[in-house]
Structure formats: C-alpha cells, structure tokens
C-alpha cells in the first residue's frame, strides 16, 4: 500500500513539474510574441504567440487572451481575434479599467468586420451565382446557335465557284449537283455522275463516259430540262459518245455511238440541230479545190479518199468520217481547206462561237481557230461572280454560306454567335 502512494505522489508531482515547466516555456513564447508585437512584427508575434499555445492547456489569464486578441486583429484574422477577445472578457476582472474599455472598442470593430466580411462574402456568393446562372444562360445560347448553325451548314463534299448567274456546281456521295447562292438546291445531287460546264450551261451526264442522259441547266434563264434521247437523233446509237463543252450561243455538241454526224443541239430552243446545206457547202468546197469530188449521198473525195461529209460545227469546221463504218476521220476546214486528221490533230471538236471551237486530243483540251490553229485559252462568258454571297468551309467539313456577316440558307439568316448571344440578351 505505501507503495502505491509513492507511486501515486511521483506521478502528480511530475505532472505539476511538468505543468510548471511547459507554463515557464510558453511564458517565453509570450515574452517574445509582445516584444514583435510591439515591434508591429505580426508575423513573428503570431508565430511565438502560437508556439506558446502548444505549452498551454487553457487560456488563463487575461493578458494572454488580450496579446492573441491584438496579433490576430492586426494580421485581420477577425475570427481568431473574435475567439480570444471571448477569453479576455471571461477572464477580466476589472470592467472599469482603461483596459477593459479599450478591448471593449476592439471587440466592436472585430464585430464591425466580420459583418463586413460576411456581407462580402454573400455579395460574393450571390455573383458567383449569378455568374454562374449567366454562363449556363451563355452555354445553353452558344449550344442553341451551335444547332442553328448547324442546321444552316450544307453537308456536301464540296462546292465549287459560283458562276456570274450566281450558281454552283456541288458534289456529294460521288453524285454532281447544283445550287444557287443562296443555297437552294437546282439540281439534286443523285444521279449524275459527271457534268461539263460553259457560257452559263451546266450538262449532267448520268455516266462520266458514254452517257445515256444529258440534262441542261441554263443558268441564264434558270431552266432545266432533260435534253432529248440520243436515239431520237439516231436509232442505232446508244450513248451521246463524248460530250463537249456547250457554247454561249446555246451550241451544245456531243460525238454519239453508231452515227455518222455529231449530235448537235440548241439548248436554247431545245431542239436538235440539223445542218440542211449539206448540197450548197460541198458546191463550195469543190469549187474551191478543197475537195476532190462529191455524190447525192453526201460522200467526199479529198486527197484521193472517200469519205462522209457530217455536217458543220459552226465556223466552216466539217466532222469527216469514214465511208465505211461510223468512224470519225478528222475535220475539213472550208476557211482554207486543211484537213484535221484525226491521228495527227484532235480527236474531237466543239462547236465553234467567239472565234474559237474547243479541241480534244486524249486528255488534253485545246482551244482552235477555223483552220485548227491552237489558240490562248477561251474564257469563260459566265465565270466571274458579283453576288454578295461567300463560301467558307467548316472544321467539320461542311460548307456555309455567308451574307452581310450573316449565315444563309434559302429564307434562314443566322448572326454570328457573339452577335446572337448580344441580340439574346438585349430581348
């Protein structure tokens, strides 16, 4: 049992020993959190004040609760301040020191700033939401012109130039199509594989070689129409062969399977063109020693050889072909006789207009006078474009038209986002 007691008394008397030397460190702390206070060094006095609150059970005394109230009301910590400034007025004793009175005024400003604090914190609070309802408003009036604008992109693969008639050509799914700059669709890109443009006129053609159907688009007088079957000209062909490009003055010329003449068409009449002074032109061309000899069934001798007379392209050019056969021999040119071998020359002609036909060797594309004498390349009457309307082409792939910084399609109009989301904002 006495033993026990000595134990017990060892016990307390380390615990009031160690008591008594943590409250000696803690005064050190103290000592030195004053001495930076009164040097207006907050930093260290918080730093010293808060080291001896490690070696402090409670706050008890009122000098401490003060020297805490003072660091932290100067370092604007206004709730630590609040909670010492507790301690002191729990622990002071006289009320009616010069003391007391002076943490009593300190304590009405720390209350004063904290108020100001919490009604900043709540303007705060209350911007934060309203910033944050403003860019949800923003985001869903980005994503509604997102899908406006959307819907106002035309999903093709491409679009070419608009011509001076304000149309284009556009291709999609390998199909050629035709728009105005509005983006009204004219032709729909569905069937027709392959197109020749010129002078205003757009020929589709269901086939890139060999078509069996040609459709105009007369960009001009913006009518379309199916151009006549080829079997109509001539009942044993099957395709319109090679297709040349059509002329300003309606002059479209095509160079059919099984015929002995080029399928020449008005594509302002809409009717074939048939050449009636085959009799008077070969009186001509024998009188002046371009041909040999000629017969009733319209065959021509030149240079020892029949042949058949084809009929005429316009500028004194004549497609010759053999006597045998639905073979396209060259073209005899009656402004001085020569003849255009097909070997040696051009494979096929155009319709000759403006003083040039279009010329056709393999892959190569020619422009030529009367005698076949190549030219500078012929313009285009149609090509250059007034409108308003511009062509731009999305990250996505898609195309847009723009007007007057507003984005079109047929009767829609779309601002730009920044003006949209302005425009939104001001309703």
């Known amino acids: 049992m006495k033993k026990y007691l000595l134990v017990v008394l060892c016990f307390f008397y380390f615990l009031q020993f160690q008591a008594q030397s943590n409250n000696e460190i803690a005064s050190v702390y103290i000592k030195r959190a004053n001495e930076s206070l009164n040097n207006l060094d907050f930093s260290f006095a918080k730093e010293h004040f808060e080291k001896a609150m490690k ?13 805490g109230t003072f660091i932290y009301f100067e370092l604007k910590q206004y709730e630590e301040a609040k909670k010492y400034a507790s301690y002191y007025f729990s622990l002071a004793k006289n009320k009616k020191s010069e003391e007391y009175t002076e943490m009593l005024t300190l304590s009405v400003d720390i209350t004063e700033f904290l108020e100001k604090i919490a009604i900043e914190k709540k ?7 309203r910033q944050e309802k403003e860019y949800k408003r923003i985001d869903s009036l980005r994503l509604l012109w997102m899908t406006k604008s959307d819907m106002l992109s035309i999903k093709v693969d491409s679009i070419y130039q608009f011509n001076a008639n304000n149309v284009a050509i556009y291709k999609k799914n390998d199909f050629f199509g035709l728009m105005n700059d509005l983006g009204k669709v004219l032709v729909e890109a569905d069937e ?12 589709f053609k269901n086939k890139e ?61 809409q009717k074939t063109v048939k050449f009636l002074q085959v009799e008077e032109v070969l009186k001509s061309l024998k009188k002046s020693n371009f041909i040999d000899k000629y017969n009733n069934d319209g065959e021509v001798k030149i240079d020892k050889e029949w042949y058949l007379f084809g009929g005429h392209l316009g500028g004194g050019i004549h497609p010759i072909y053999s006597q045998e056969g639905y073979d396209l021999e060259g073209f005899l040119c009656s402004i ?19 003083n040039s036909a279009q010329a056709v060797k393999g892959s190569q594309v ?7 004498t190549v030219l500078n390349e012929t313009i285009d009457e149609d090509v250059d474009y007034q409108g308003k309307t511009k062509l731009t082409k999305l990250s996505n792939k898609n195309y847009q038209l723009l007007r007057d910084e507003l984005i079109i399609l047929g009767d829609e109009k779309l601002e730009k986002m920044e003006d949209f989301i302005k425009k939104s904002s001001e309703n």
């Open 55 to 67: 070696y402090l059970d409670t706050i008890n005394t009122s000098d401490v609760a003060r020297l």
């Open 123 to 129: 303007r705060q609070e209350e911007e934060r939401i």
């Open 192 to 203: 027709y594989e392959d197109i020749v443009s010129f002078d205003g006129y757009f020929i």
């Open 209 to 269: 070689n060999e078509p069996t159907k040609l459709f105009c688009y007369n960009s001009k007088t913006s009518k379309g129409f199916l151009i006549p079957s080829i079997s109509d000209f001539n009942t044993l062909a099957t395709n319109y062969g090679k297709v040349m490009l059509p002329r300003g003055n309606g002059r479209l010329v095509t160079y059919p399977n099984n015929a002995k003449e080029p399928f020449v068409f008005d594509l302002n009449e």
């Open 336 to 354: 001085d006789g020569r003849f255009l071998k097909k070997d040696s020359h051009f494979d096929f002609v155009g319709f000759f207009y403006n």
């Open 366 to 372: 020619f422009w030529i006078n009367q005698n076949g």
